[in-house]
């Protein structure tokens, strides 16, 4: 679920001292998202959504939900909008940072 190699990666980039942070903006920037699609999705900047939250999602490590972004990203370039499952985005999504807190906090006290 978790690309951890990829959080070490990200965390030697941008330094101890800044991770904690950046981690939080990534969560609150793909929650910004995600609450604007669980409002009803807009066909006109779906695929662009998408795509933010598949490129948030691979920069912190977060494998599974990055792929069903790419998913929905490609079956929002392909206009079927109907097939772009929100719900599960957003369970991805819900599952992944559970995963990242906890993983992060077992990490950190090793």
Same mark, same amino acid.
């Given at each position: 679920?978790?690309?951890?190699?990829?959080?070490?990666?990200?965390?030697?980039?941008?330094?101890?001292?800044? !991770? #904690?942070?950046? @981690?939080? &903006?990534? %969560?609150?920037?793909?929650?910004?998202?995600?609450?604007?699609?669980? =409002?009803?999705?807009?066909?006109?900047?779906?695929?662009?959504?998408?795509? !933010? #939250?598949?490129? @948030?999602? &691979?920069? %912190?490590?977060?494998?599974?939900?990055?792929?069903?972004?790419?998913? =929905?990203?490609?079956?929002?370039?392909?206009?079927?909008?109907?097939?772009?499952?929100?719900?599960?985005?957003?369970?991805?999504?819900?599952?992944?940072?559970?995963?990242?807190?906890?993983?992060?906090?077992?990490?950190?006290?090793?």
């Amino acid at each position: 679920m978790i690309d951890w190699d990829r959080v070490i990666e990200l965390r030697e980039e941008v330094g101890a001292e800044d !991770f #904690l942070e950046v @981690a939080e &903006l990534f %969560l609150s920037e793909v929650a910004e998202v995600l609450e604007r699609l669980s =409002g009803g999705v807009n066909v006109a900047t779906l695929e662009n959504d998408m795509h !933010f #939250l598949k490129g @948030a999602a &691979l920069n %912190l490590g977060f494998r599974d939900f990055s792929e069903l972004c790419r998913q =929905g990203e490609m079956r929002a370039a392909a206009s079927d909008f109907g097939s772009v499952d929100i719900p599960a985005v957003m369970a991805c999504f819900s599952a992944s940072k559970d995963s990242f807190v906890a993983g992060l906090a077992q990490r950190m006290a090793s």
